[in-house]
Every structure is written in C-alpha cells, then in structure tokens.
C-alpha cells in the first residue's frame, strides 16, 4: 500500500524558512515522479512543484519559482521542499502527491494528508 | 499560463441523476487532462486520467471525455457518497494547472 507521509508544517513569520518532507513507503519511490501540490483555507488546488524519479527534471510554478527548492533523497525514501522568503499567501496545507512510474511526473495518482503552513507575524 | 474554467462552480443533484462537469482551457491541451474527487477533510483522488481512462478502483458510473480544450466529467447515476468537489488538472505544458472546482451536492 503507498503511503506519503508530510511532516515539517508550522507557524512562521512573513519572510521566514520551512523545509518539508514526504516520507514514502509502499512503492519503488526512485522510478516515479513526485510533487507538491498546496490548498490554501477554504481554496481549490495550486501545483506547487515537481521532481522526476531520477532528480534530474525539476518544475516549479510561477508563483514560488526562486524561493522554494524541491529536491529528493531515494535512499530515504523522502522528498522535501525547501521554502524561503515566505509571505502570507503561501498559507496552505501542503501535499505531497505521487506521480506516475517512469519520467513523467502528472497524474497525481496517490496523495499524503498535508502538513499545515501558516505564514503570520 | 494555460487556465482552466471549470462549470459549474456548484451542482445541486438528486441520487440517481446523472451529473456533468466541464473544463474548458484556454489553449490546446490535447488529452493531457485529469480529474480529481476531494471530499471535506481528505486529500484529493484520482478519478480519471488523460481525459477518458478511468484509473484503477473508480466506480464504473464516472467517466471523462473530450480531447483539445473542452472535456466533461460524467457521473452516472449519482450516489450519496459523491457528494464533493472536482477538481480538473491539465498536465500539457507541465506548470500543472487545476480548474477551480465544482462542487456537488446531494439532495
């Protein structure tokens, strides 16, 4: 059974750092794509980022290109998204969501249960 | 940027009805479009991949059709458990896109 564990959610201030993981588990996680997809409250979906199996092709969305830092370590098991120069509208719960076998990285076809960020002096 | 606009935002249905969704895109997509459930309190699942494949364990009653900037997601006679919010997801130009969402409420 895939299992996408996030973990690194919490309070920061505007202007602050975060690193999140996604602990995987269940399936061969170096032969697929990940990404990170976020909700703000009471919003719909925003794709954040996204990583081939391999590490070597990395997409960002407009929105967070040049502050945030997707990366993975296979021999954990773990994604991680680094995320610097926080503002309010990057309040969400952050998922991490697994994509398809190979060197795609869409569809989302198994998703963790978030970890909450909220940006707030 | 490519945008999606998904209608309608929000859908009253009886059971056994049948709902439709649409997504439409601002460019050509081709069949790069996927469709996702999200009910309150839990994370997204994946109901339907490029445009028409159902993926693996969804109900037989959802289906998804159209190819290059208008799609539909049909629910075949509607059950209690659909009650939701769908959500449509281009992958074309890999930025990832999502719809806004519609969601579906049970009479």
């Known amino acids: 059974e895939v299992q996408l564990l996030e973990s690194g959610g919490a309070l920061v201030p505007p202007g602050g750092s975060l690193r999140l993981s996604c602990a995987a588990s269940?399936?061969?996680?170096?032969?697929?794509?990940m990404n990170w997809v976020r909700q703000a409250p009471g919003k719909g979906l925003e794709w954040v980022s996204a990583?081939?199996?391999?590490?070597?092709?990395?997409y960002y969305g407009d929105s967070v290109r040049g502050r945030f830092t997707i990366s993975r370590d296979n021999s954990k098991n773990t994604l991680y998204l680094q995320m610097n120069s926080l503002t309010v509208e990057d309040t969400a719960l952050y998922y991490c969501?697994?994509?398809?076998?190979?060197?795609?990285?869409?569809?989302?076809?198994?998703w963790g249960q978030g970890t909450p960020v909220t940006v707030s002096s | 940027e490519i945008v999606l606009t998904q209608s309608p935002d929000f859908q009253s249905a009886s059971p056994k009805e049948e709902v439709t969704i649409t997504c439409r895109a601002s460019?050509?997509?081709?069949?790069?479009l996927h469709w996702y459930q999200q009910k309150p309190h839990q994370s997204p699942k994946l109901l339907i991949k490029?445009?028409?494949q159902s993926f693996s364990g969804v109900p037989s009653r959802f289906s998804g059709s159209g190819s290059g900037t208008d799609f539909t997601l049909t629910i075949k006679s509607l059950e209690a458990e659909d009650s939701a919010t769908y959500f449509c997801?281009?992958?074309?130009?890999?930025?990832?896109?999502f719809g806004q969402g519609t969601k579906v409420e049970i009479k």
């Open positions: 490029f445009a028409s």
């Open positions: 990583l081939s199996g391999s590490g070597t092709s990395i």
């Open positions: 460019q050509y997509i081709g069949t790069s």
């Open positions: 269940g399936f061969s996680f170096s032969n697929f794509g």
């Open positions: 997801h281009q992958s074309s130009n890999l930025q990832g896109t």
């Open positions: 969501a697994k994509g398809p076998y190979g060197s795609g990285i869409f569809p989302l076809d198994d």
